[in-house]
């Protein structure tokens, strides 16, 4: 408990600036004598109870010295207690997982790094220092949610990681120490509107890159290191403001997954032959983008190798009044004929009025969404009789 160091002289109690000093406990070391000086705003640093109450808002935040002398004639606490130490942290020696994630801190404490095996951090929130670099055995950092401007070159010592979360919407640079990280199979950069330097090229293990939102404030070209992660296996850029799809996605020679859902690329006239690429999953939802016009989907018919398949919110778009993007009422009757291998489709938030002729053959398919769409009746029985095991997802106002 913090206490005076000495009962205050009457003398000093007159004065108008008086000077007193405490011992506080810090981190459960030795004690830390701290000085205060009675006319500085101590509201953050000694207990509600010693100060001036808050209807004389001139004198707010001020100690009263009354009762600061009281309370330590009677032992009671004069500082604001230190905060605990979060619950987390309080068996840490042989721990391995690590979440930091609300536990009413801002800045990693000193024991973590203490923690040789320790594999996995949740930092979400807290500010990050040069020593996250001391962490070497780390295989999964997670920094959503942090205030970074930077990312502290040190984290190229994490040679170990194989999983690395970073959002922060103030980020201002990457360090070329990113390229370090050599073990790195998954890395997720929401928001991101910062270059990614070239040296992201030689994480030869990466097959998972995020980068939904890129850009979010401006239009921007797809960074061109995108393309040489050869081991890429699934790509994000899901709302993502791009000047457009470059034919070099298509070196990506290994891509499975690939997400343009709500995607701002003005004025795209076409996408490149993504049938040339082994996708599986492909999203590319409309959304509220009345840059996505219809003409886009041609791309996507020819891709054989695909499973799933998200169309979904082609709606009718306005700009000043004026439709750009008229709703999508129907598909191509031969639509579905090259993608036999589909086991998921979402249709959802079209105004398709009619299904195509091709979707009946689709034997592999398990579950399509065909929700908010004005299929009527008739056309969701007949689907059922084609397909009787596919499982229809009708979570919208009931068909006539």
Known sequence: MPKLNHPLPAAQKQSEHLSTNVHTDV??????EATFDYDDDLSEVLAPEVLIPHERPYRKGKADRDKIYEAALNGRPILRPTPETPPVLKQLAPATDVDLTNQGITAIPKQVFNLSNLRRLAL??????????????????????????????????????????????????????????????????????????????????????????????????????????????????????????????????????????CSVIPRLDRLPDLAQLPLRILRFGGGSTPAQRHHLLGSVWPITTLEELYLDRWGEQKIGGRVVRPALTTLPDDAFTRTPRLRRLDLSFNELTTLPESLYGLTHLEYISLSHTKLDAATVDRLRKALPELHIDLNSPKRG
């Open 27 to 32: 981190d459960g070391g030795q004690p830390e």
């Open 124 to 261: 979400d929130g807290l500010s990050v220092s040069d020593r996250i670099g001391e962490l070497t055995s780390l295989e999964e950092l997670d920094l959503s949610e942090t205030r970074l401007e930077e990312l502290p070159a040190t984290i190229g010592r994490l040679t170990q990681l194989r999983i690395l979360r970073l959002y922060s919407p103030r980020l201002r640079s990457l360090p070329k120490q990113l390229g370090d990280l050599v073990n790195l199979q998954t890395l997720q950069l929401p928001y991101l509107s910062t270059p990614l330097p070239d040296s992201v090229e030689r994480l030869r293990l990466l097959t998972d890159l995020d980068l939904s939102y890129l850009n979010y404030d401006r239009l921007a070209e797809l960074p061109p290191v995108v393309n040489r992660l050869s081991a890429l296996r699934r790509l994000s850029l899901a709302n993502a403001r791009l000047t457009g799809i470059p034919d070099d996605i298509l070196a990506l020679t290994s891509l499975e997954e690939l997400d343009l859902t």
